[in-house]
């Protein structure tokens, strides 16, 4: 038995405080694993239907074939779990920008980082994907120039909704054309977001990418009893 609530990490980052907590859901009697950046809390093991989706939707666009993923922040590793299912998955790169968060994963403090670390297919690197997204050298640093058939990213709440104001420039026309460039041709770029979907930065999406749609994922919400929503912007590059 674990304790009720236990803090299982904190660290002091560039970003704030960020902790690990573990706690027990008296309803359920399972444990729920909570992240927390300051007071703000950054997600939670109950709800990670849409991350998930993410991953599966982006696979879901692309032909028969080895895939080469990469995703945009590691967070509790469901979202790379997720694309580690399918087995013509090549390889998954993660971008993580919190060296604490690659810890946890690595040292199995979380539900998915043993399945994550058993993996030879995934590959953690701890550097800035929005950085590395801006760069010509791409996602991967020990690959310069290595293209993705699948970019999936998950770190801030929404396009609008930063946790850094240093990450809008990602957002606009010129920072999603350079995040193309990382992807093969016909490759999908999906980005999770909390709010509903936006549909001037689907416009945006489109006036990049030759299509673009987003996706509502809904799932259960146990803490309100009742249904809520994410939201998925899907984006692929022309095939030719």
């Known amino acids: 038995m674990s304790a009720r609530l236990q803090e299982l990490d904190w660290q002091d980052t560039p970003m704030g405080e960020l902790s690990l907590r573990r706690r027990r859901d008296p309803r359920t009697g399972e444990d729920v694993y909570e992240v927390k950046l300051g007071d703000e809390f950054l997600m939670s093991s109950m709800f990670t239907v849409a991350e998930e989706e993410a991953a599966r939707l982006a696979l879901a666009e692309q032909p028969e074939g080895p895939l080469d993923v990469a995703v945009g922040g590691l967070g509790l590793g469901y979202t790379a779990r997720a694309a580690l299912e399918y087995s013509r998955v090549a390889s998954v790169t993660v971008v993580e920008a919190l060296g604490a968060v690659i810890d946890w994963n690595q040292r199995g403090l979380v539900p998915a980082g043993a399945a994550l670390a058993a993996d030879t297919r995934c590959r953690m690197v701890h550097g800035d994907f929005f950085t590395l997204a801006a760069d010509p050298a791409g996602l991967d640093p020990h690959t310069p120039g290595r293209r993705f058939h699948a970019v999936v990213v998950d770190i801030d709440h929404s396009p609008r909704h930063l946790l850094d104001p240093a990450h809008a420039a990602f957002y606009e026309p010129a ?9 093969h ?9 909390n709010d509903p979907p936006d549909d001037d930065f689907t416009a945006i999406l489109a006036g990049v990418f030759d299509r673009a749609r987003a996706e509502r994922v809904t799932f259960h919400n146990p803490l309100q009893e009742r249904d809520a929503a994410n939201t998925v912007y899907l984006a692929t590059t022309a095939a030719d």
């Open 175 to 183: 920072g999603l054309r350079r995040l193309a460039d990382h992807l």
């Open 185 to 193: 041709p016909g490759g999908t770029f999906a980005l999770w977001s």
